[in-house]
């Protein structure tokens, strides 16, 4: 069972914040964010593993709680270059394979 | 360092046909996934592989559908007897050990006339 995302799309400003969620009915071993644009392959972004972690680099960020089986991504002050579609992964305890999400369709204007 | 080649990048067969395509991992990368991925939707798990064995295949279709990564050489993922519904983009990922990020090749873009 592929995990949700939500929102389905979202349309930006430069500069402005965006928040993407992920959530599974399953107990969750890792989460794993990428973006992939269009006609491209999907780029990893961030790998969260069990135990209530927070990620980040430059202005992106993510968060993993455990206990309710969900994880966030945090986009703040946007580029033009974060356009794309982004889709978490993720592991279930038990298993080894990615599940994606649907996919959460990002567009940054100027 | 190279990262994951896949080839061709892009496929046409006809209905009946077999349809082979070509992964190489990044060096030193032992794990191979394949996912696939229809217009405007998400990627689908077919199987993971390590070098002589298959790990996971719990997302391949039961008929025509088979992967290998053998120990020298490329992983492959044969579809035999291709209908139109196959026409998809096929992507292949690696990692160095499991539970760890993958990375993705370009895809191989298949389309069954």
């Known amino acids: 069972q592929q995990p949700v995302q939500s929102p389905q799309a979202v349309i930006l400003r430069e500069g402005e914040d965006a928040v993407i969620n992920c959530s599974s009915s399953?107990?969750?071993?890792?989460v794993h964010w990428y973006r992939q644009k269009h006609g491209e392959a999907p780029v990893f972004l961030m790998i969260?593993?069990?135990?209530?972690e927070q990620k980040g680099h430059d202005k992106i960020s993510a968060s993993f709680n455990e206990k309710k089986q969900q994880s966030s991504l945090y986009l703040t002050a946007s580029q033009l270059s974060y356009s794309g579609t982004y889709f978490c992964?993720?592991?279930?305890?038990?298993?080894?394979?990615?599940?994606f999400g649907s996919g959460t369709r990002l567009q940054v204007q100027p | 360092n190279a990262g994951v080649m896949q080839n061709p990048r892009h496929l046409v067969r006809r209905r009946g046909q077999e349809a082979r395509l070509r992964c190489s991992p990044v060096?030193?990368?032992?794990?191979v996934y394949w996912y696939r991925q229809l217009p405007e939707e998400g990627l689908k798990f077919m199987v993971y592989?390590?070098?002589?064995?298959?790990?996971?295949e719990s997302g391949m279709p039961k008929e025509r559908f088979s992967a290998e990564f053998p120990k020298e050489g490329p992983s492959i993922l044969r579809i035999q007897q291709v209908v139109r519904g196959d026409s998809a983009a096929y992507f292949c990922?690696?990692?160095?050990?499991?539970?760890?990020?993958?990375?993705f090749g370009p895809g191989t873009r298949l389309t069954v006339t």
């Open positions: 992964g993720t592991v279930d305890t038990g298993r080894r394979a990615l599940t």
């Open positions: 969260l593993l069990k135990g209530g």
């Open positions: 592989l390590q070098k002589e064995n298959i790990i996971d």
């Open positions: 060096k030193g990368h032992s794990h």
């Open positions: 990922a690696s990692s160095p050990l499991g539970d760890h990020e993958q990375y």
């Open positions: 399953k107990a969750l071993y890792s």
